[in-house]
């Protein structure tokens, strides 16, 4: 019992000296973001790399899980003579919940990797020590263009997960399905408001700004050579999606509850 309660005390001290390191560098960034902006040159390239880096994993995504709802919503309606009606499930449901999911967990996994590695490998080369050393803050040059990047480009692509996602379910109701095309279509448009759709984006937003946070955290605080990027990624990719779940549950109940 003694054992535990120590394994247990030293985890929990361990988990509270990790938020406050995670709280210091984010107020470091957000200072520095308050006072400088980046070049446009590292913001333009933190953009490709975020946004169009993961557009196609996004939309490969997006299009199998609106392919999977679509049936699924359907065999649900079915049971109650409401088939025709699966359009409203489908829509609403990624509007509000799946496409905020999936574009932050596909982005965590490929960007945030992306991310957590090279700022991961700068600073076991002592790259991020030199720069530091030349009088430039690191924050400005390698941290602030991709926190931006990342509240630009996730919105955007939460935006596409929707059309795709969509466009899929389309598919799937009204050739494989027999869905009226018409009712499918009419539903869409009665049941989601563009209030619906600037709701996802705003989620984009929050789900963006925390996995870029904590995707260069790791990685610009990574150690011990290459396992230690390797171990840096590996801890940004878990913590992005963990914050990302909790923060969509949480977002979800200010908005909708």
Same mark, same amino acid.
Request: glycine share 10%; aromatic share 12%.
């Given at each position: 019992m003694r054992a535990i309660f120590e394994t247990t005390g030293r985890q929990a001290t361990t988990m509270a000296a990790e938020v406050g390191r995670l709280s210091v560098f984010l107020g470091r960034a957000i200072r520095c $973001?308050?006072? !400088? +902006? #980046?070049s446009r040159e590292a913001l333009l390239e933190a953009m490709a790399t975020i946004g169009a880096g993961s557009a196609l994993v996004v939309i490969c995504v997006a299009v199998f899980v609106g392919m999977n709802? /679509? +049936?699924?919503?359907? %065999?649900? &309606?079915?049971? &109650?003579?409401?088939?025709?009606?699966?359009?409203? &499930?489908?829509?609403? !449901? $990624?509007?509000?919940? $799946? !496409? #905020?999911?999936? /574009?932050?967990? $596909?982005?965590a996994a490929k960007a945030g990797t992306d991310m957590a590695a090279k700022l991961g490998t700068m600073r076991v080369r002592q790259q991020i020590d030199a720069i530091e050393v030349m009088g430039v803050n690191p924050f400005w040059l390698l941290i602030v263009p991709r926190m931006i990047a990342s509240l630009i480009a996730v919105p955007l692509l939460v935006t596409l997960s929707n059309f795709f996602a969509l466009l899929s379910g389309y598919v799937v109701a009204v050739y494989q399905l027999g869905v009226n095309p018409g009712l499918y279509t009419e539903n869409v448009l009665q049941y989601v408001h563009w209030l619906d759709l600037w709701k996802g984006m705003a989620k984009g937003v929050v789900l963006g700004f925390i996995l870029a946070v904590v995707? %260069?955290?790791?990685?610009?605080?990574?150690?011990?050579?290459a396992k230690g990027v390797g171990r840096a990624t590996n801890r940004a990719v878990v913590v992005s999606c963990i914050l990302a779940t909790v923060s969509n549950y949480i977002l979800t109940e200010w908005m909708y509850g």
């Open positions: $973001m308050a006072t !400088s +902006l #980046p709802i /679509t +049936l699924q919503g359907y %065999c649900i &309606f079915r049971q &109650f003579g409401g088939q025709n009606l699966v359009g409203i &499930f489908v829509a609403l !449901s $990624m509007v509000r919940e $799946m !496409s #905020p999911m999936i /574009t932050a967990v $596909m982005v995707s %260069c955290y790791y990685g610009f605080h990574a150690t011990e050579g």
